[in-house]
T-cell receptor, first 113, second 114 residues
Framework: EDKVVQSPLSLVVHEGDTVTLNCSYE??????LLWYKQEKKAPTFLFML????IEKKSGRLSSILDKKELFSILNITATQTGDSAVYLC?????????????FGKGTKLSVKP | ETGVTQSPTHLIKTRGQQVTLRCSSQ?????VSWYQQALGQGPQFIFQ???????GRGNFPPRFSGLQFPNYSSELNVNALELDDSALYLC?????????????FGPGTRLTVT
Protein backbone atom coordinates (compact mmCIF):
# COMPACT_ATOMS: atom_id res chain seq x y z
CA GLU A 1 0.00 0.00 0.00
CA ASP A 2 1.31 3.45 -0.92
CA LYS A 3 2.25 5.57 2.07
CA VAL A 4 3.92 8.79 3.13
CA VAL A 5 5.42 9.01 6.61
CA GLN A 6 6.45 12.25 8.28
CA SER A 7 8.58 12.73 11.35
CA PRO A 8 8.54 14.04 13.91
CA LEU A 9 4.77 14.38 14.37
CA SER A 10 5.27 17.45 16.52
CA LEU A 11 8.13 19.73 17.39
CA VAL A 12 8.56 22.67 19.75
CA VAL A 13 11.44 25.09 19.20
CA HIS A 14 12.41 28.64 20.11
CA GLU A 15 12.68 31.56 17.75
CA GLY A 16 15.98 31.53 15.89
CA ASP A 17 16.36 27.76 15.95
CA THR A 18 16.85 25.72 12.78
CA VAL A 19 14.53 22.77 12.20
CA THR A 20 14.55 19.82 9.84
CA LEU A 21 11.33 18.03 8.97
CA ASN A 22 11.44 14.58 7.42
CA CYS A 23 9.27 12.84 4.87
CA SER A 24 9.74 9.29 3.61
CA TYR A 25 7.56 7.61 1.02
CA GLU A 26 6.67 4.36 -0.65
CA UNK A 27 4.58 5.19 -3.69
CA UNK A 28 4.47 2.95 -6.74
CA UNK A 29 3.77 5.59 -9.37
CA UNK A 30 5.86 8.42 -7.93
CA UNK A 31 5.81 11.63 -9.94
CA UNK A 32 6.88 14.39 -7.57
CA LEU A 33 6.83 15.42 -3.93
CA LEU A 34 5.20 18.54 -2.57
CA TRP A 35 5.43 20.41 0.71
CA TYR A 36 2.55 22.45 2.11
CA LYS A 37 2.09 24.70 5.14
CA GLN A 38 -1.28 24.48 6.88
CA GLU A 39 -1.99 27.17 9.44
CA LYS A 40 -5.74 27.07 9.86
CA LYS A 41 -7.55 25.48 6.97
CA ALA A 42 -6.20 25.69 3.44
CA PRO A 43 -2.76 24.13 2.91
CA THR A 44 -0.57 26.61 1.08
CA PHE A 45 1.95 25.38 -1.46
CA LEU A 46 5.64 25.63 -0.58
CA PHE A 47 7.69 23.46 -2.93
CA MET A 48 7.41 20.84 -5.62
CA LEU A 49 10.37 18.49 -6.01
CA UNK A 50 10.78 16.19 -8.96
CA UNK A 51 14.51 15.63 -9.37
CA UNK A 52 16.92 14.18 -6.87
CA UNK A 53 19.62 16.29 -5.29
CA ILE A 54 18.40 19.69 -6.47
CA GLU A 55 17.68 22.01 -3.56
CA LYS A 56 14.71 24.30 -3.78
CA LYS A 57 14.93 27.46 -1.72
CA SER A 58 12.54 30.19 -0.73
CA GLY A 59 13.77 32.64 1.87
CA ARG A 60 14.48 30.75 5.08
CA LEU A 61 12.92 27.54 3.77
CA SER A 62 14.66 24.95 1.66
CA SER A 63 13.94 21.40 0.60
CA ILE A 64 15.65 18.55 -1.16
CA LEU A 65 14.58 15.17 -2.53
CA ASP A 66 16.46 11.87 -2.53
CA LYS A 67 14.73 9.50 -4.96
CA LYS A 68 17.17 6.68 -4.26
CA GLU A 69 16.50 6.63 -0.53
CA LEU A 70 12.88 7.77 -1.00
CA PHE A 71 12.81 10.74 1.31
CA SER A 72 12.75 14.49 1.43
CA ILE A 73 13.62 17.06 4.07
CA LEU A 74 12.31 20.54 4.69
CA ASN A 75 14.65 22.92 6.49
CA ILE A 76 13.62 26.14 8.16
CA THR A 77 16.40 28.39 9.43
CA ALA A 78 16.09 31.26 11.92
CA THR A 79 12.55 30.18 12.82
CA GLN A 80 9.93 32.80 13.68
CA THR A 81 6.63 32.50 15.56
CA GLY A 82 4.88 32.90 12.19
CA ASP A 83 6.38 29.59 11.11
CA SER A 84 4.14 27.80 13.61
CA ALA A 85 1.91 25.53 11.54
CA VAL A 86 1.40 21.97 10.38
CA TYR A 87 3.77 21.09 7.56
CA LEU A 88 2.38 18.51 5.16
CA CYS A 89 4.35 16.36 2.76
CA UNK A 90 2.50 14.88 -0.20
CA UNK A 91 3.52 12.65 -3.07
CA UNK A 92 1.93 12.88 -6.50
CA UNK A 93 0.69 9.41 -7.34
CA UNK A 94 0.50 9.23 -11.08
CA UNK A 95 -2.00 6.36 -11.16
CA UNK A 96 -4.58 8.46 -13.03
CA UNK A 97 -3.95 10.73 -15.98
CA UNK A 98 -3.77 13.76 -13.71
CA UNK A 99 -2.29 12.33 -10.56
CA UNK A 100 -3.55 12.71 -7.03
CA UNK A 101 -1.81 13.53 -3.76
CA UNK A 102 -0.99 11.06 -1.00
CA PHE A 103 -0.39 13.00 2.20
CA GLY A 104 1.51 12.24 5.34
CA LYS A 105 -0.02 13.06 8.71
CA GLY A 106 1.97 16.25 8.98
CA THR A 107 4.48 17.71 11.42
CA LYS A 108 3.07 20.24 13.86
CA LEU A 109 5.71 22.90 14.45
CA SER A 110 5.37 25.30 17.37
CA VAL A 111 7.84 28.16 17.56
CA LYS A 112 8.00 29.87 20.96
CA PRO A 113 9.20 33.46 21.36
CA GLU B 1 -7.13 36.15 -10.59
CA THR B 2 -9.39 34.61 -7.96
CA GLY B 3 -8.31 31.69 -5.83
CA VAL B 4 -10.16 28.51 -4.94
CA THR B 5 -13.37 29.14 -3.03
CA GLN B 6 -15.59 26.73 -1.13
CA SER B 7 -19.04 26.92 0.38
CA PRO B 8 -20.37 26.68 2.94
CA THR B 9 -17.63 27.41 5.47
CA HIS B 10 -19.07 25.01 7.98
CA LEU B 11 -22.26 23.10 8.58
CA ILE B 12 -23.81 20.66 10.98
CA LYS B 13 -25.83 17.66 9.81
CA THR B 14 -27.52 14.72 11.45
CA ARG B 15 -26.55 11.10 10.82
CA GLY B 16 -28.42 9.71 7.81
CA GLN B 17 -28.84 13.07 6.09
CA GLN B 18 -27.32 14.13 2.78
CA VAL B 19 -24.97 17.06 2.14
CA THR B 20 -23.64 18.96 -0.88
CA LEU B 21 -20.40 20.91 -0.74
CA ARG B 22 -19.31 23.32 -3.47
CA CYS B 23 -15.99 24.41 -4.91
CA SER B 24 -15.03 27.02 -7.47
CA SER B 25 -11.69 26.39 -9.06
CA GLN B 26 -8.97 28.96 -9.58
CA UNK B 27 -9.18 30.84 -12.85
CA UNK B 28 -7.58 28.84 -15.66
CA UNK B 29 -7.68 25.52 -13.79
CA UNK B 30 -9.60 22.61 -15.30
CA UNK B 31 -8.99 19.94 -12.64
CA VAL B 32 -10.60 19.71 -9.22
CA SER B 33 -9.68 17.22 -6.52
CA TRP B 34 -11.53 16.62 -3.25
CA TYR B 35 -9.91 15.60 0.04
CA GLN B 36 -11.19 14.64 3.47
CA GLN B 37 -9.08 15.72 6.45
CA ALA B 38 -10.00 14.22 9.80
CA LEU B 39 -8.71 15.93 12.93
CA GLY B 40 -4.98 15.37 13.39
CA GLN B 41 -4.60 13.60 10.05
CA GLY B 42 -3.34 14.54 6.63
CA PRO B 43 -5.86 15.04 3.82
CA GLN B 44 -7.09 11.86 2.13
CA PHE B 45 -7.91 11.81 -1.56
CA ILE B 46 -11.59 11.26 -2.35
CA PHE B 47 -11.73 11.77 -6.11
CA GLN B 48 -10.71 14.05 -8.93
CA UNK B 49 -12.58 15.64 -11.84
CA UNK B 50 -10.97 16.62 -15.10
CA UNK B 51 -13.01 18.18 -17.88
CA UNK B 52 -16.29 17.15 -16.22
CA UNK B 53 -15.39 13.48 -15.80
CA UNK B 54 -14.21 11.55 -12.76
CA UNK B 55 -10.51 10.90 -13.22
CA GLY B 56 -9.41 8.80 -10.28
CA ARG B 57 -10.94 7.85 -6.96
CA GLY B 58 -9.56 7.07 -3.54
CA ASN B 59 -10.79 4.50 -1.05
CA PHE B 60 -14.19 6.04 -0.35
CA PRO B 61 -17.60 4.34 -0.64
CA PRO B 62 -20.08 5.14 -3.45
CA ARG B 63 -22.15 7.36 -1.15
CA PHE B 64 -19.43 9.93 -1.84
CA SER B 65 -20.15 11.27 -5.32
CA GLY B 66 -19.32 14.36 -7.30
CA LEU B 67 -19.85 16.52 -10.32
CA GLN B 68 -17.88 19.00 -12.34
CA PHE B 69 -19.58 21.68 -14.37
CA PRO B 70 -18.56 23.28 -17.69
CA ASN B 71 -17.04 26.24 -15.82
CA TYR B 72 -14.92 23.66 -13.91
CA SER B 73 -16.59 24.30 -10.56
CA SER B 74 -17.43 21.14 -8.67
CA GLU B 75 -19.73 19.58 -6.09
CA LEU B 76 -19.13 16.85 -3.55
CA ASN B 77 -22.23 14.97 -2.41
CA VAL B 78 -22.32 12.66 0.57
CA ASN B 79 -25.38 10.50 1.22
CA ALA B 80 -26.40 8.66 4.38
CA LEU B 81 -24.02 10.65 6.56
CA GLU B 82 -22.15 8.81 9.29
CA LEU B 83 -20.48 10.21 12.40
CA ASP B 84 -17.04 9.41 10.91
CA ASP B 85 -17.78 11.74 8.00
CA SER B 86 -17.13 14.65 10.36
CA ALA B 87 -14.04 16.32 8.91
CA LEU B 88 -12.64 19.25 6.99
CA TYR B 89 -13.37 18.82 3.28
CA LEU B 90 -10.84 20.46 1.03
CA CYS B 91 -10.96 20.98 -2.68
CA UNK B 92 -7.91 21.75 -4.75
CA UNK B 93 -7.63 22.93 -8.31
CA UNK B 94 -4.84 22.59 -10.80
CA UNK B 95 -4.16 22.99 -14.48
CA UNK B 96 -3.53 19.65 -16.04
CA UNK B 97 -3.44 18.70 -19.63
CA UNK B 98 -2.22 15.26 -18.62
CA UNK B 99 0.55 16.30 -16.23
CA UNK B 100 0.19 16.74 -12.46
CA UNK B 101 1.15 20.21 -11.31
CA UNK B 102 0.98 21.77 -7.93
CA UNK B 103 -2.53 21.92 -6.57
CA UNK B 104 -3.99 25.01 -4.90
CA PHE B 105 -6.38 24.46 -2.02
CA GLY B 106 -9.54 26.21 -0.99
CA PRO B 107 -10.26 27.16 2.65
CA GLY B 108 -12.31 24.02 3.22
CA THR B 109 -15.74 23.18 4.57
CA ARG B 110 -15.94 21.94 8.15
CA LEU B 111 -18.65 19.27 8.35
CA THR B 112 -19.92 18.07 11.70
CA VAL B 113 -22.23 15.06 11.80
CA THR B 114 -24.17 14.54 15.03
Amino acid sequence: EDKVVQSPLSLVVHEGDTVTLNCSYEVTNFRSLLWYKQEKKAPTFLFMLTSSGIEKKSGRLSSILDKKELFSILNITATQTGDSAVYLCAVVDYGGSQGNLIFGKGTKLSVKP
Amino acid sequence: ETGVTQSPTHLIKTRGQQVTLRCSSQSGHNTVSWYQQALGQGPQFIFQYYREEENGRGNFPPRFSGLQFPNYSSELNVNALELDDSALYLCASSSGGGVAYEQYFGPGTRLTVT
